[in-house]
Nanobody, 126 residues
Framework: QVQLVESGGGLVQTGDSLRLSCVASTSGRTFNEYIMGWFRQAPGKERKFVTAISRNGDDTYYAEFVEGRFTISRDNTKNTVYLQMNSLKSEDTAVYYC?????????????????WGQGTQVTVSS
């Protein structure tokens, strides 16, 4: 099991940028054994996949709605994954969740994750 703690959320304006961080605590395993991802859940809506990154950071995957505005990255020396969000829109308002998995499995075309953080709120005001 891996423990995940997100940070970096807040209230910003349309067009602003924000960087989220997620620090992982692994028990008996190393951070680079995990594929990491970000999901988001807007009020009254289901949680949606945003992006994922491979164990060594060489491969990344994005939902279409990201449209090149978001970038996922990781620093395995710091047990941390980041989500850089640029050109934020009001529809990006959501709770953003960090997730981890040690196996790449797709369910309905969406990667499945086993461990989740508590989430960080991002609010984009127009």
């Amino acid at each position: 099991q891996v423990q995940l703690v997100e940070s970096g959320g807040g209230l910003v304006q349309t067009g602003d940028s924000l960087r989220l961080s997620c620090v992982a605590s692994t028990s008996g395993r190393t951070f680079n054994e995990y594929i990491m991802g970000w999901f988001r859940q807007a009020p009254g809506k289901e949680r949606k996949f945003v992006t994922a990154i491979s164990r060594n950071g060489d491969d990344t995957y994005y939902a279409e709605f990201v449209e090149g505005r978001f970038t996922i990255s990781r620093d395995n020396t710091k047990n941390t994954v980041y989500l850089q969000m640029n050109s934020l829109k009001s529809e990006d308002t959501a709770v953003y969740y960090c997730a981890a998995t040690d196996a790449w499995t797709l369910v309905g075309g969406v990667p499945e994750f086993a461990s989740w953080g508590q989430g960080t709120q991002v609010t984009v005001s127009s």
